[in-house]
Structure formats: C-alpha cells, structure tokens
C-alpha cells in the first residue's frame, strides 16, 4: 500500500481551517491592509510575463516615481521585503576596496553595517551629526553613504537637507532608508540629490509585506555600469532586475517570477497614495501624531523624542513609565483590546514602546481608541516590585 511507506502524517493543524483574528496593527509595521488593496491581492494570477503583468509593473514603476518623487529611469519593486532592498542597493553600489559610511542612528544603521561588513567594505561606522559626515567623508573617501530617514526603532526623523550635495563635493553617493517614513514624512529624491532610496509595501502604503521600492539616480546607475565585477547576488542584480522592469530599453528577459499578487496589492496601495496626494498624505500622518503625542502627556507619559521636528510622524516612541514593564502593557493591549504596539528594538529595547500610525491606520478614530486601551493598562499593568 502507497500510504504504507509515509512516516511523517499531516500535520494536525493544517487539517483545521486557518485563523487569523481581527487586529489593529498599530506597531511599528505592518499596518492594516485596506479592503480594496486585500482584494487586489486576492485575484486570479497571470503569467509573470503577461502584458498584463508588465503594464501592472510600469505603472508600479510611475507610482514609485510620484512618491520618491524622482523622474529617474532605474526605478523598481524588488521582490523582497525592506531588507532586501537594503541588501539590494549595497551590493549593486559597492564593488571590492570601496569604502561605506554608515550612519548610526538606531537599529537600521546597525543592519546595514553588517551588510557593509558582509562585503568587506565597511571602513567606518558613522554618527547622523553633520560633523561626523564631513568628517567622515573627507577621512575615509566612501563610495556611499547611508543613512535611515525615518528610524523606526528610535522614532527620530533624520533631516536629509544638503547631505546629497555633500556627497556629491567629496565623490559619494547618498543611500537613504525611507522605509519607515515614505508618504508620512516629505522626500524629494531628486530636489535633495539621493543617489538611492528605497522603502517598503507594508508601513504607509498599506499592502502586505514582501516587496519593496527602489530607485538609483543617473550617477547610481553611471558607478553600476562602470563596475568591474558582478553583484554578489544573482537575484539582486540591478542589471538583470533593470532589464526586467524594462529600465534599460531592452526586450525584457526572464529573470525571476515575480510574486505577481503581491504587485497586484503594491499597486493599489501606490494608486491610493497618488489619490490622496504625498502632501495631504503627510498632512494626515503629522495631524494624527501631534494629536498622539498630546493625548500620551495627557496620560502622563514621556515622549522619548523632545524636539518636535525630530519626530517620525509615522512612528512614535514613548519612554515606558517607571512602575510598569514594558512586555505587560503590550501584552494587556493585545489580550483585551485586541491591538498592537510594540516595545523598542535594538539599541530602544526596554527603553520604549512603539506607535505606529501609518497610511489608512493614521485616523484620529485610532489615536482615540489606543489612547482609551493605554489608559485601561496603564490602571491594570502597574506592578508593585518595580
Ligand atoms: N528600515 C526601516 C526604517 C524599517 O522600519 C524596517 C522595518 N521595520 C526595515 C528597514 C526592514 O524592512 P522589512 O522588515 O520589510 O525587511
């Protein structure tokens, strides 16, 4: 008998029915998906090569376009969550001997340090003063410099005014995480001379995790070409992912079957931000987090970021109150309210909880609502021995 020779059986969950309870998603990401960017992902597949598919993909590309606001060609979604377009923009941008600054502002400095480090090229490890960059960029002569936007981890806002063309003066390309920020907080990618930018599907724009935006300016693109060895990674080779986005006048070529569902849901979520508008967009994230922060003093806690225009309006971090512990109040949340925050990360971890108003979760109705449900764990969480 065939079943004679399984000695694994299925497996008892799968033979249940799947659940996935209802959540308010108020970390730091991802943020609740909207129906209509649900449904988007929800339809029949079509070939990965289908005109169809390529038409979804150009207007992926025009949506990136609008939102970093860049008119630059080499324009994509990586196939991957924010990580890897990370990975994705080091590794095409570093070739053996080149030198990284890194910008040490929280939890995504760190990460793409190790990456730097992963490929032999990280000379130094930075601080986000412009003291430090000058500094370092006269010092150590990197290639790139990167540096995080919105740092989710501290809930700091880095302000990116004139770092391009000081990269530009010492022969450095600017490399900037916007993953946390995009359409909360304004970017200009080629007013401010960003040679790379990306960020993520899952934060404002609302879709699932798994793809991720990208966009190289003309002397990112220039340094690529002009390389003398391949990318370590095939799957992230800026020249074949170009050709497959139809970046380089080519006649596209398979390179990787693109999760086409998931560019599905990207798209939507890129087509509401285009209706809305990046300003009114903005607008909305910075109205709801002035009227959280408000209603946290109110309750008597302490923002962790004093100065108001170093806040991300996407994510907020408050300190965690003596008396309490930090895992109890995210916990009592969740249990009873059925919402989540999150504590810190990182270099933040124990020292902070985390609030994330992002895209379609940024409503004055949510601030409401968790401030109700910190008030309810703030009267239940207290412990006696801290
Ligand atoms: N950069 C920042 C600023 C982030 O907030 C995150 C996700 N929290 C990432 C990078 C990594 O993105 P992902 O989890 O999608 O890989």
Not at 89 to 100: K, M, T, V, W
Not at 268 to 282: C, D, K
């Amino acid at each position: 008998m065939a079943t004679s020779l399984l000695r694994v059986p299925p497996p008892q969950g799968l033979l249940r029915p799947l659940t996935v309870p209802e959540r308010l998603l108020l970390g730091p990401g991802p943020s609740n998906v909207p129906p209509r960017i649900l449904a988007a992902g929800g339809r029949q597949l079509l070939g990965h090569m289908h005109p169809e598919v390529l038409q979804v993909m150009d207007e992926i590309k025009a949506g990136i376009q609008y939102a970093f606001q860049t008119r630059n060609r080499l324009t994509l979604a990586i196939s991957g969550t924010g990580h890897c377009a990370m990975e994705a923009a080091l590794l095409n941008l570093l070739e053996h001997g080149d030198a990284a600054l890194v910008a040490i502002n929280g939890i995504w400095g760190q990460r793409a340090a190790d990456i730097a480090r992963r490929l032999g090229r990280l000379e130094t490890a930075g601080c986000h003063l412009p003291l430090y960059f000058m500094q370092g960029l006269v010092h150590h002569k990197p290639s790139v410099l990167f540096i995080t936007h919105g740092e989710s981890s501290t809930g700091v806002l880095q302000p990116l005014e004139g770092l391009g063309k000081l990269c530009h003066r010492h022969g450095c390309l600017l490399l900037v995480d916007a993953v946390a920020s995009l359409g909360g907080a304004p970017i200009f990618m080629d007013q401010q001379e960003i040679d790379a930018l990306y960020s993520g599907s899952q934060k404002v724009l609302n879709a699932p995790p798994g793809s991720a935006l990208i966009s190289f300016s003309e002397r990112a693109r220039e340094k690529m070409l002009k390389r003398k060895t391949k990318p370590l990674s095939f799957y992230l080779d800026m020249g074949w992912l170009a050709n497959y986005w139809g970046c380089d006048g080519e006649p596209r070529r398979y390179h990787h079957t693109a999760p086409i569902n998931s560019f599905f849901s990207l798209r939507e979520g890129l087509a509401m931000l285009a209706e809305l508008g990046l300003e009114s967009s903005w607008e909305q994230h910075r109205a709801n987090c002035v009227q959280l922060c408000q209603g946290l003093r109110d309750l008597g806690l302490e923002l962790f970021v004093k100065e108001e225009k170093a806040r991300l309006p996407t994510i907020t971090t408050v300190k965690v109150p003596g008396g309490y512990a930090w895992e109890d109040i995210v916990t009592f949340l969740m249990d009873n309210h059925s919402i989540e925050i999150a504590g810190g990360l990182g270099p933040s971890l124990g020292k902070v909880l985390r609030i994330g108003l992002m895209g379609c979760n940024s409503t004055s109705c949510n601030v409401d609502r968790l401030l109700r449900a910190l008030r309810d764990a703030l009267g239940r969480c207290r412990r006696s021995s801290l």
